[in-house]
C-alpha cells in the first residue's frame, strides 16, 4: 500500500496478490486445523463404538450360554442379556460407527484442502482461479461430515 501526502491510501501493484495469498494461508492454517480435530473426532468415536459394541457382544453371548447351561442361572443370563441390550441400543443411538466414518471422510477432505494451499503457495503467481479451487475443495470438505459412504469412497477401518 502507498500512502499519499492527500491522505488517501492506493493500493501497490502487490496488493491483489498479496491479499490472495494471505487468503490461501488463513485457508491453509483453517483446513490444518479442521483436519486435526476431524481425527481426534474419529478417533473418540472408534473407542466409543468398542467400548460399547465388545461388551454387548460378550454380554449377549455369556447370556445365551448361561441360559442354555442351567435353569438356574436364568434370571443371570435375563439380566445380562438385558445389559447386552442396553449397549447395543446405546451404540445404535449413538451412531458412533457413521460418525467414525464421517470424521474420517472430513479428515481427508481437510487434508486435501490443506495440501492443495500448500501447492498453491508453492507457486511464483497465485490467482483466483487457485482460490476458487480452494473454495470448493472447502465446501466439499464442510459437506463430507454429512455425506455417506459411495461406492469406490469408503474409508477402511484405522
Not at 446405546?90 to 481427508?108: P, Q, V, Y
Amino acid at each position: 500500500m502507498v500512502n499519499s501526502t492527500d491522505g488517501i491510501t492506493h493500493l501497490g501493484p502487490d496488493a491483489p496478490v498479496q491479499r490472495l495469498r494471505a487468503e490461501i494461508v488463513r485457508m491453509r492454517d483453517e483446513a490444518t486445523r479442521q483436519r486435526k480435530i476431524a481425527h481426534r473426532r474419529a478417533e473418540f468415536w472408534a473407542r466409543t463404538d468398542i467400548a460399547l459394541g465388545f461388551p454387548a457382544a460378550l454380554l449377549a453371548g455369556t447370556a445365551g450360554a448361561a441360559g442354555l447351561a442351567s435353569a438356574d442361572v436364568r434370571v443371570a443370563a435375563a439380566l445380562a442379556a438385558l445389559a447386552s441390550a442396553g449397549f447395543a441400543a446405546g451404540a445404535s443411538f449413538l451412531r458412533s460407527d457413521a460418525r467414525r466414518r464421517a470424521n474420517k471422510r472430513a479428515r481427508h477432505a481437510w487434508a486435501s484442502v490443506e495440501a492443495r494451499a500448500m501447492v498453491a503457495l508453492a507457486r511464483e503467481h497465485v490467482s483466483h482461479e487457485n482460490l476458487g479451487d480452494l473454495l470448493e475443495c472447502r465446501q466439499a470438505a464442510l459437506a463430507a461430515y454429512d455425506g455417506e459412504d459411495t461406492p469406490g469412497t469408503a474409508v477402511g477401518a484405522g
